[in-house]
Protein backbone atom coordinates (compact mmCIF):
# COMPACT_ATOMS: atom_id res chain seq x y z
CA UNK A 1 0.00 0.00 0.00
CA UNK A 2 2.50 2.01 0.42
CA UNK A 3 4.39 4.11 -1.83
CA UNK A 4 8.14 5.73 -1.40
CA UNK A 5 7.36 8.32 -3.79
CA UNK A 6 10.72 10.22 -5.34
CA UNK A 7 11.29 12.78 -7.84
CA UNK A 8 11.92 10.55 -10.97
CA UNK A 9 9.05 8.64 -9.88
CA UNK A 10 6.64 11.77 -9.75
CA UNK A 11 7.63 12.69 -12.70
CA UNK A 12 7.13 9.70 -14.33
CA UNK A 13 3.33 9.31 -13.10
CA UNK A 14 2.81 12.32 -13.76
CA UNK A 15 3.95 12.12 -18.04
CA UNK A 16 1.52 9.02 -17.74
CA UNK A 17 -1.70 10.71 -15.77
CA UNK A 18 -1.36 13.37 -18.39
CA UNK A 19 -1.11 10.59 -21.07
CA UNK A 20 -4.67 9.02 -19.77
CA UNK A 21 -6.11 12.51 -18.92
CA UNK A 22 -5.68 13.18 -22.39
CA UNK A 23 -7.93 10.28 -23.13
CA UNK A 24 -11.05 11.68 -20.83
CA UNK A 25 -13.44 14.02 -20.62
CA UNK A 26 -14.06 13.82 -16.88
CA UNK A 27 -12.32 13.07 -13.82
CA UNK A 28 -13.43 12.03 -10.71
CA UNK A 29 -11.09 12.74 -7.63
CA UNK A 30 -11.76 10.54 -4.51
CA UNK A 31 -11.00 11.76 -1.33
CA UNK A 32 -11.32 11.20 2.30
CA UNK A 33 -14.29 12.35 4.20
CA UNK A 34 -12.50 12.41 7.09
CA UNK A 35 -9.37 14.91 5.86
CA UNK A 36 -10.36 16.04 2.76
CA UNK A 37 -8.36 18.80 2.26
CA UNK A 38 -4.66 16.78 3.34
CA UNK A 39 -6.33 13.70 1.38
CA UNK A 40 -6.42 16.15 -2.01
CA UNK A 41 -3.34 15.66 -4.44
CA UNK A 42 -1.54 19.06 -4.40
CA UNK A 43 -1.29 19.02 -8.32
CA UNK A 44 -4.41 17.66 -9.30
CA UNK A 45 -6.03 21.50 -10.52
CA UNK A 46 -2.75 21.96 -12.45
CA UNK A 47 -3.17 18.26 -13.91
CA UNK A 48 -6.58 18.24 -14.67
CA UNK A 49 -7.07 21.82 -15.40
CA UNK A 50 -8.96 21.73 -18.68
CA UNK A 51 -11.07 18.56 -17.49
CA UNK A 52 -14.87 18.45 -16.17
CA UNK A 53 -13.99 17.92 -12.33
CA UNK A 54 -16.26 15.35 -9.76
CA UNK A 55 -15.37 15.19 -6.35
CA UNK A 56 -16.19 12.32 -4.53
CA UNK A 57 -16.19 12.87 -0.93
CA UNK A 58 -15.46 9.16 -0.13
CA UNK A 59 -15.57 7.21 3.25
CA UNK A 60 -17.99 9.10 4.63
CA UNK A 61 -19.83 6.69 6.35
CA UNK A 62 -16.49 7.60 8.94
CA UNK A 63 -16.66 10.95 8.77
CA UNK A 64 -18.79 13.49 10.70
CA UNK A 65 -22.26 14.41 8.48
CA UNK A 66 -22.65 18.07 9.44
CA UNK A 67 -18.79 18.19 8.71
CA UNK A 68 -18.73 16.83 5.47
CA UNK A 69 -21.74 19.14 4.52
CA UNK A 70 -19.32 21.88 5.22
CA UNK A 71 -16.73 20.47 3.07
CA UNK A 72 -19.18 19.73 0.40
CA UNK A 73 -20.35 23.44 0.71
CA UNK A 74 -16.50 24.89 0.29
CA UNK A 75 -15.82 22.66 -2.96
CA UNK A 76 -18.91 23.33 -4.47
CA UNK A 77 -18.02 27.27 -4.23
CA UNK A 78 -15.23 26.57 -5.19
CA UNK A 79 -17.43 25.22 -8.56
CA UNK A 80 -16.75 21.67 -8.21
CA UNK A 81 -19.63 18.44 -8.47
CA UNK A 82 -19.26 16.94 -5.57
CA UNK A 83 -20.72 13.49 -4.24
CA UNK A 84 -20.83 11.97 -1.35
CA UNK A 85 -19.67 7.78 -1.28
CA UNK A 86 -19.31 4.56 1.07
CA UNK A 87 -17.39 2.86 -1.73
CA UNK A 88 -18.15 -0.93 0.06
CA UNK A 89 -21.76 -0.19 0.58
CA UNK A 90 -21.97 1.21 -2.67
CA UNK A 91 -24.14 4.54 -1.62
CA UNK A 92 -23.50 7.51 -3.60
CA UNK A 93 -21.18 4.78 -6.84
CA UNK A 94 -24.11 5.07 -9.03
CA UNK A 95 -24.74 8.92 -9.06
CA UNK A 96 -21.50 9.64 -10.99
CA UNK A 97 -22.62 8.69 -14.32
CA UNK A 98 -25.62 11.18 -13.89
CA UNK A 99 -23.73 13.85 -12.61
CA UNK A 100 -20.86 13.61 -15.65
CA UNK A 101 -23.84 13.93 -18.07
CA UNK A 102 -24.83 17.04 -16.65
CA UNK A 103 -21.17 18.46 -16.33
CA UNK A 104 -20.86 17.28 -20.07
CA UNK A 105 -24.37 18.59 -21.60
CA UNK A 106 -23.27 21.56 -23.01
CA UNK A 107 -20.27 19.66 -24.89
CA UNK A 108 -23.00 16.71 -26.20
CA UNK A 109 -25.45 19.28 -27.59
CA UNK A 110 -22.97 20.83 -29.62
CA UNK A 111 -22.19 17.98 -30.70
CA UNK A 112 -25.58 16.76 -31.07
CA UNK A 113 -25.41 19.53 -33.24
CA UNK A 114 -23.20 18.95 -35.42
CA UNK A 115 -24.68 15.40 -36.43
CA UNK A 116 -23.02 12.87 -33.80
CA UNK A 117 -25.85 11.12 -32.33
CA UNK A 118 -24.15 9.10 -29.84
CA UNK A 119 -21.92 11.03 -27.54
CA UNK A 120 -20.24 8.62 -25.37
CA UNK A 121 -18.43 10.18 -21.67
CA UNK A 122 -15.31 8.78 -20.77
CA UNK A 123 -14.14 9.10 -17.36
CA UNK A 124 -10.86 8.01 -14.65
CA UNK A 125 -10.88 7.82 -11.15
CA UNK A 126 -7.85 9.36 -9.86
CA UNK A 127 -6.84 9.96 -5.92
CA UNK A 128 -3.88 9.14 -3.79
CA UNK A 129 -3.46 5.23 -2.04
CA UNK A 130 -6.29 3.98 0.19
CA UNK A 131 -8.99 6.23 -0.42
CA UNK A 132 -10.92 3.65 -1.76
CA UNK A 133 -10.65 3.87 -5.52
CA UNK A 134 -10.26 0.32 -6.52
CA UNK A 135 -13.37 -0.48 -3.90
CA UNK A 136 -15.34 2.04 -5.68
CA UNK A 137 -14.49 0.60 -9.16
CA UNK A 138 -15.62 -2.16 -8.40
CA UNK A 139 -18.84 -1.09 -6.80
CA UNK A 140 -19.22 0.39 -10.04
CA UNK A 141 -18.83 -2.49 -11.67
CA UNK A 142 -20.57 -4.25 -9.67
CA UNK A 143 -18.01 -7.15 -9.65
CA UNK A 144 -14.56 -7.43 -8.35
CA UNK A 145 -12.36 -6.91 -11.69
CA UNK A 146 -10.85 -3.55 -11.37
CA UNK A 147 -7.97 -4.92 -8.41
CA UNK A 148 -4.71 -3.17 -8.96
CA UNK A 149 -1.51 -3.27 -7.26
CA UNK A 150 0.05 -0.27 -5.77
CA UNK A 151 0.93 1.17 -9.99
CA UNK A 152 1.38 4.85 -9.86
CA UNK A 153 -0.53 6.51 -12.74
CA UNK A 154 -2.02 3.76 -14.38
CA UNK A 155 -1.09 0.74 -16.69
CA UNK A 156 -0.26 0.72 -20.23
CA UNK A 157 -3.04 -1.34 -21.51
CA UNK A 158 -5.95 0.98 -21.29
CA UNK A 159 -9.09 -0.80 -20.78
CA UNK A 160 -12.47 0.49 -20.21
CA UNK A 161 -15.64 -0.71 -18.42
CA UNK A 162 -18.56 0.69 -19.99
CA UNK A 163 -20.68 1.13 -17.34
CA UNK A 164 -23.81 3.21 -18.95
CA UNK A 165 -24.25 3.15 -22.70
CA UNK A 166 -22.59 6.39 -23.03
CA UNK A 167 -20.28 6.69 -20.09
CA UNK A 168 -17.49 4.71 -19.67
CA UNK A 169 -14.36 4.28 -17.29
CA UNK A 170 -10.88 3.44 -17.21
CA UNK A 171 -10.49 0.32 -15.80
CA UNK A 172 -7.62 1.07 -13.53
CA UNK A 173 -7.33 4.19 -11.30
CA UNK A 174 -4.83 6.77 -11.44
CA UNK A 175 -2.95 6.93 -7.99
CA UNK A 176 -1.47 10.49 -7.14
CA UNK A 177 0.90 11.31 -4.49
CA UNK A 178 -0.22 13.02 -1.46
CA UNK A 179 0.65 16.44 -0.04
CA UNK A 180 4.22 15.60 1.40
CA UNK A 181 5.47 18.62 2.54
CA UNK A 182 2.85 19.09 5.16
CA UNK A 183 3.98 17.61 8.56
CA UNK A 184 -0.04 18.05 9.69
CA UNK A 185 -1.05 16.48 6.67
CA UNK A 186 1.20 13.48 6.74
CA UNK A 187 0.27 12.86 10.55
CA UNK A 188 -3.11 12.55 9.58
CA UNK A 189 -2.64 10.25 6.70
CA UNK A 190 -0.79 8.05 9.74
CA UNK A 191 -3.72 8.66 11.75
CA UNK A 192 -6.48 7.50 9.48
CA UNK A 193 -4.14 4.31 7.94
CA UNK A 194 -3.64 5.68 4.97
CA UNK A 195 0.64 5.91 4.86
CA UNK A 196 2.69 3.47 6.99
CA UNK A 197 2.89 3.62 10.76
CA UNK A 198 6.88 2.75 10.50
CA UNK A 199 6.84 6.90 9.49
CA UNK A 200 6.03 7.39 13.32
CA UNK A 201 5.61 5.23 16.24
CA UNK A 202 2.40 3.73 17.07
CA UNK A 203 2.61 5.69 20.71
CA UNK A 204 3.54 9.43 19.25
CA UNK A 205 0.76 9.38 16.36
CA UNK A 206 -1.51 8.24 18.91
CA UNK A 207 -0.64 10.91 21.33
CA UNK A 208 -0.74 13.44 18.72
CA UNK A 209 -4.39 11.99 17.84
CA UNK A 210 -5.55 12.20 21.42
CA UNK A 211 -3.57 16.08 21.10
CA UNK A 212 -5.69 16.65 18.07
CA UNK A 213 -8.80 15.26 19.43
CA UNK A 214 -8.89 17.09 22.37
CA UNK A 215 -9.49 20.81 19.98
CA UNK A 216 -12.32 18.95 18.04
CA UNK A 217 -14.25 16.68 20.47
CA UNK A 218 -12.89 15.47 23.87
CA UNK A 219 -16.75 13.36 25.29
CA UNK A 220 -15.82 11.34 22.32
CA UNK A 221 -12.59 10.08 24.07
CA UNK A 222 -14.12 10.18 27.51
CA UNK A 223 -16.84 8.33 26.46
CA UNK A 224 -15.13 5.58 24.57
CA UNK A 225 -12.48 5.14 27.34
CA UNK A 226 -14.38 5.88 30.75
CA UNK A 227 -11.31 7.95 31.75
CA UNK A 228 -11.45 11.10 33.60
CA UNK A 229 -8.67 14.21 32.04
CA UNK A 230 -8.97 17.62 31.92
CA UNK A 231 -8.60 18.78 28.01
CA UNK A 232 -5.32 20.50 28.81
CA UNK A 233 -3.79 18.18 30.45
CA UNK A 234 -0.37 16.79 28.58
CA UNK A 235 -1.92 14.37 25.45
CA UNK A 236 0.45 11.88 26.80
CA UNK A 237 -0.93 11.73 30.35
CA UNK A 238 -4.57 10.66 28.85
CA UNK A 239 -2.95 8.25 26.86
CA UNK A 240 -1.71 6.83 30.16
CA UNK A 241 -4.96 7.00 31.86
CA UNK A 242 -7.25 5.62 29.04
CA UNK A 243 -4.42 2.23 29.13
CA UNK A 244 -5.15 2.64 32.92
CA UNK A 245 -9.19 2.39 32.55
CA UNK A 246 -8.88 -0.07 30.14
CA UNK A 247 -6.88 -2.35 32.64
CA UNK A 248 -3.16 -2.10 30.36
CA UNK A 249 -1.12 -2.19 32.97
CA UNK A 250 2.85 -3.35 32.29
CA UNK A 251 4.10 -5.70 34.78
CA UNK A 252 5.61 -3.47 36.90
CA UNK A 253 2.37 -1.42 37.32
CA UNK A 254 3.27 1.04 34.66
CA UNK A 255 0.10 1.89 32.14
CA UNK A 256 0.87 0.03 28.50
CA UNK A 257 0.72 3.13 26.28
CA UNK A 258 1.66 1.40 23.46
CA UNK A 259 -1.08 -1.20 23.59
CA UNK A 260 -3.29 1.17 24.36
CA UNK A 261 -2.47 3.46 21.51
CA UNK A 262 -2.47 0.50 18.92
CA UNK A 263 -6.46 0.10 20.17
CA UNK A 264 -7.15 3.90 19.98
CA UNK A 265 -5.77 4.16 16.68
CA UNK A 266 -7.62 1.01 15.34
CA UNK A 267 -10.65 1.94 16.58
CA UNK A 268 -10.94 5.05 15.35
CA UNK A 269 -9.87 3.97 12.33
CA UNK A 270 -12.69 1.54 12.19
CA UNK A 271 -15.06 3.96 13.16
CA UNK A 272 -15.82 3.06 16.93
CA UNK A 273 -15.01 6.22 18.55
CA UNK A 274 -17.38 7.91 16.38
CA UNK A 275 -18.04 9.53 13.15
CA UNK A 276 -14.91 11.97 13.15
CA UNK A 277 -13.73 14.41 10.59
CA UNK A 278 -10.20 15.96 11.50
CA UNK A 279 -9.98 19.14 9.71
CA UNK A 280 -12.02 21.72 8.39
CA UNK A 281 -11.81 24.33 5.66
CA UNK A 282 -10.66 26.95 8.34
CA UNK A 283 -8.04 24.71 9.38
CA UNK A 284 -6.23 25.05 6.10
CA UNK A 285 -5.04 28.54 6.61
CA UNK A 286 -3.86 27.68 9.99
CA UNK A 287 -1.96 24.74 8.44
CA UNK A 288 -0.04 26.91 5.59
CA UNK A 289 0.57 29.75 8.27
CA UNK A 290 2.03 26.85 10.55
CA UNK A 291 4.24 25.59 7.54
CA UNK A 292 5.20 28.97 6.42
CA UNK A 293 6.18 29.53 10.13
CA UNK A 294 7.89 26.13 10.44
CA UNK A 295 10.04 26.87 6.84
CA UNK A 296 10.76 30.59 8.13
CA UNK A 297 12.46 28.71 11.59
CA UNK A 298 14.43 26.30 9.20
CA UNK A 299 16.03 29.26 7.03
CA UNK A 300 17.08 31.00 10.35
CA UNK A 301 18.55 27.88 11.67
CA UNK A 302 20.21 27.45 8.19
CA UNK A 303 21.52 30.53 8.11
CA UNK A 304 22.77 30.62 11.67
CA UNK A 305 24.72 27.35 11.15
CA UNK A 306 26.00 29.15 7.84
CA UNK A 307 27.23 31.85 9.38
CA UNK A 308 29.05 29.84 12.66
CA UNK A 309 30.59 27.79 9.86
CA UNK A 310 32.11 31.02 8.31
CA UNK A 311 32.92 32.08 11.20
CA UNK A 312 34.92 29.14 12.10
CA UNK A 313 36.93 29.04 9.01
CA UNK A 314 37.73 32.54 8.82
P1 LIG B 1 -7.21 2.53 -3.19
O1 LIG B 1 -7.59 1.71 -4.39
O2 LIG B 1 -7.55 3.97 -3.35
O3 LIG B 1 -5.79 2.36 -2.75
O4 LIG B 1 -8.11 2.04 -1.95
P2 LIG B 1 -8.91 0.66 -1.75
O5 LIG B 1 -10.08 0.60 -2.66
O6 LIG B 1 -7.95 -0.46 -1.77
O7 LIG B 1 -9.47 0.88 -0.27
C1 LIG B 1 -8.61 1.02 0.84
C2 LIG B 1 -9.34 0.58 2.11
O8 LIG B 1 -10.43 1.47 2.37
C3 LIG B 1 -9.95 -0.81 2.03
O9 LIG B 1 -9.88 -1.36 3.33
C4 LIG B 1 -11.40 -0.54 1.68
O10 LIG B 1 -12.27 -1.57 2.09
C5 LIG B 1 -11.63 0.71 2.49
N1 LIG B 1 -12.72 1.56 1.94
C6 LIG B 1 -12.85 2.00 0.67
N2 LIG B 1 -13.93 2.78 0.55
C7 LIG B 1 -14.50 2.86 1.77
C8 LIG B 1 -15.65 3.54 2.29
O11 LIG B 1 -16.37 4.27 1.60
N3 LIG B 1 -15.91 3.35 3.62
C9 LIG B 1 -15.13 2.59 4.43
N4 LIG B 1 -15.47 2.48 5.71
N5 LIG B 1 -14.04 1.94 3.97
C10 LIG B 1 -13.72 2.08 2.67
P3 LIG B 1 -8.75 -2.33 3.79
O12 LIG B 1 -8.71 -2.27 5.25
O13 LIG B 1 -7.50 -2.10 3.03
O14 LIG B 1 -9.25 -3.67 3.33
P4 LIG B 1 -10.58 -4.38 3.81
O15 LIG B 1 -11.02 -3.73 5.08
O16 LIG B 1 -11.54 -4.18 2.72
O17 LIG B 1 -10.12 -5.76 3.97
Known amino acids: MNIQWYPGH ?6 MMEENLS ?15 SSKNPDIDTLAKNKRRIIVMNKSDLADPAKTEIWKKYFENKGFTVILSDAVKGTGVNKVSDAARVLM ?28 KSTFINKSVGKTTAKTGDKPGVTKGKQWIRLKKDFELLDTPGILWPKFEDEEVGLKLAMIGSI ?35 TIEEPHDILEKIAAARGFIKKGGEPDC ?44 DKERKAAYKAKNK
Open 10 to 15: MTKTRR
Open 23 to 37: LVDVVIELLDARIPY
Open 105 to 132: KDKIEKEKARGRLFVPIRAMIVGIPNVG
Open 196 to 230: NDDILDTETLCTEFINLMMSIDPDRIRNRYKAEFD
Open 258 to 301: GRAAKIILDEFRGGKIGKITLELPEDIRDMSAKTAEKEAEKKAR
